[in-house]
């Protein structure tokens, strides 16, 4: 049984990361090479600025650094068929968005309706008891009330007056 030393494994280790790292490519981004106006020499990702003179730049990326240009008139008859579909489509989702407009439309009418509706319900119900406390008022029964003390006071003719005037705004208010 052999062993290996422990420096040997180390060495061959170095070895192993020394050909992964030369099996690497120089440089990861394009690299752009050009003579700037002052005669000094520029290295960037980036092409150089422009108005630089064709003859300044020494060095170009091997990969392109931009999509290629099409003249539109070499677009324009491929994107022909594509306009049928595209038009389609697009009065489908029209048509969609005008359902769901209509849609939100009947339901917003729905809660005012039903708004409306509870509210006649309660100016009813408001009527009905204000009419029926009318009656009581006329009719010179005996109405005792609680004042801030806390203590029950019988309502005497001026306090009968003033009750059947609010009552009257109430009714005026609820009774339509």
Request: glycine residues 4%; contains cysteine; charged residues 30%.
């Amino acid at each position: 049984m052999s062993t290996l030393h422990p420096i040997s494994s180390r060495v061959a280790l170095s070895v192993l990361a020394a050909l992964c790292l030369y099996s690497l490519p120089a440089s990861a981004a394009p690299q752009w090479k050009w003579r700037d106006a002052s005669g000094s020499i520029q290295y960037s990702d980036r092409p150089p600025p422009a108005g630089t003179p064709e003859q300044a730049i020494l060095a170009r990326p091997a990969v392109p650094t931009s999509r290629p240009v099409v003249k539109a008139a070499e677009v324009a008859p491929a994107a022909a068929p594509v306009a049928p579909a595209a038009s389609a489509a697009a009065t489908k989702a029209d048509s969609e968005l005008e359902a769901r407009r209509r849609k939100a439309e009947e339901e917003k009418k729905a809660q005012v309706k039903a708004e409306e509706e509870k509210q006649a319900k309660v100016r009813a119900e408001n009527c009905q008891r204000a009419t029926a406390y009318m009656k009581s008022l006329q009719d010179g029964i005996r109405i005792a009330r609680t004042n801030a003390a806390g203590e029950r006071e019988i309502l005497d003719d001026a306090g009968r007056a003033e009750e059947m005037r609010r009552t009257q705004e109430v009714m005026a208010g609820n009774c339509r």
